[in-house]
């Protein structure tokens, strides 16, 4: 499966965002990774195929909103009330096949990398 990530900008302090990944086939789970520069890569958060399950790293929740649309094999991630500290260059990973345990927030649990989309927010 091949990922494409687009709706990275930039934007000022309390602004908002939507990334969208598209994946070329079906996957079971899919999400969103960002680093910074000098900085380890973090889970930002991930959703099942139903859209029932998702996950959020904590300086996230409450202020971004993952979806996907399984017609058209896309995840979104919403991200309101941006902060500096969401600088970064995000992600999208998909896992194909479900495996238990699933593990959201550990890369290692995704087959399949998108190429990142940059998010710069000013203050």
């Known amino acids: 499966v091949q990922l494409q990530a687009s709706g990275g900008g930039w934007v000022q302090d309390g602004g908002s965002l939507r990334l969208s990944c598209a994946a070329s086939?079906?996957?079971?789970?899919m999400g969103w990774f960002r680093q910074a520069p000098g900085k380890e890569r973090e889970f930002v958060s991930a959703?099942?195929?139903?859209?029932?399950?998702?996950y959020y790293a904590d300086s996230v929740k409450g202020r971004f909103t993952i979806s996907r649309d399984n017609a058209q094999n896309t995840v979104y991630l919403q991200m309101n009330t941006l902060k500096p500290e969401d600088t970064a260059n995000y992600y999208c990973?998909?896992?194909?096949?479900?495996?238990?345990?699933?593990?959201?927030?550990?890369?290692?649990?995704?087959?399949?990398w998108g190429q990142g989309t940059q998010v710069t927010v000013s203050s």
């Open positions: 959703v099942w195929w139903n859209g029932g399950n998702t």
């Open positions: 990973a998909a896992k194909i096949k479900p495996t238990f345990p699933y593990i959201a927030a550990l890369g290692t649990m995704y087959d399949s």
């Open positions: 086939g079906r996957t079971f789970a």
